[in-house]
């Protein structure tokens, strides 16, 4: 995934080189660094948004950039840098979250197959005279698992 997304990157700054001052294609960027950050974790995108940073950096320098000056320059380019960082906390916090909700769906699916409500996940023994043993849809009325069916 890492050479993927480098491989990626290099092809993009060939194309911001070779378009020069008259197309700035540094969006781009942000396939690999949120693919990055969605796959493999916020570091890893951090890290190529900072690469992704030095090659817009470098394409500026060699191919040309359309700005008065060195210090509008840098300034786009930490503003470049910050907005690829950016998408990459996002991308890793969307994963995050996507992964928590599907293992939350999972634990409620399991509660939902035990019959347990949430309340009573928790608790251990009789609660006001009831029982807590937890019965499986396709167990048979009276059967406790310790028979043997001959």
């Known amino acids: 995934m890492l050479a ?8 993009i700054a ?5 378009t020069g001052k008259n197309l700035a294609v540094w969006a781009l ?3 690999p660094v949120g693919l990055a950050g969605w796959l493999a974790g916020f570091r890893l995108g951090l890290g190529l948004a900072f690469v992704a940073a030095l090659l817009i ?4 320098l060699l ?7 060195p210090g509008w320059f840098a300034l786009a380019i930490a503003n470049r840098f910050l907005a690829l960082a950016v998408v ?3 991308a890793s916090r969307l994963y995050q979250n996507q992964m928590l909700e599907s293992t939350l769906h999972s634990y409620e699916e399991c509660l939902d197959y035990y019959h347990v409500t949430p309340e009573d996940s ?4 009789d609660v006001a005279g009831r029982s807590t043993k937890v019965s499986r849809p396709d167990d048979k009325p009276g059967y406790s698992g310790s028979e043997s069916h001959t």
């Open 122 to 125: 928790g608790k251990t023994g």
């Open 88 to 90: 990459a906390w996002l």
């Open 4 to 11: 993927f997304c480098l491989v990626l990157m290099a092809g």
């Open 63 to 69: 191919g040309g950039n359309m700005f008065s000056g």
């Open 57 to 60: 950096l470098a394409a500026g």
């Open 14 to 18: 060939w194309l911001d080189y070779a």
């Open 29 to 31: 960027y942000l396939i």
